[in-house]
């Protein structure tokens, strides 16, 4: 695992490469004193279609597909997507990768 000083040297670099970036801790022991780190980057309409394929017959799977497509640093991404229970904890908070900007639709209709 990178010490903390590396990870935020990582971090400040690839804020000056991407727009947005995304970063995902996951403990990677039962007494939650030991941490993976990874960096993500935007969901693009690629993944999303991909995940949306899988997601509903198998979230596990999802998940590994956004860590293994949008990984662009941190720590090793397989410490999280070979761990059943890394993946797991993950899985749970990447579906916040999925928010949308917010938007609104109303029915008009003619007046008698």
Not at 73 to 95: H, M, N, P, Q, R
């Amino acid at each position: 695992m990178k010490t903390k000083e590396e990870l935020q040297a990582e971090k400040e670099s690839l804020r000056g490469q991407y727009n947005k970036i995304y970063e995902l801790t996951v403990a990677t022991n039962d007494e939650e004193t030991e941490f993976c780190t990874i960096f993500l980057r935007s969901l693009d309409e690629q993944v999303y279609k991909a995940v949306n394929t899988i997601i509903e017959r198998d979230e596990l799977g999802a998940a590994r597909v956004l860590i293994n497509s949008l990984y662009i640093g941190g720590d090793k991404k397989e410490t999280i997507t070979s761990d059943f229970d890394c993946l797991v904890a993950a899985s749970k908070y990447l579906g916040n990768m999925f928010k949308t900007r917010k938007a609104s639709i109303e029915t008009l209709v003619k007046k008698k």
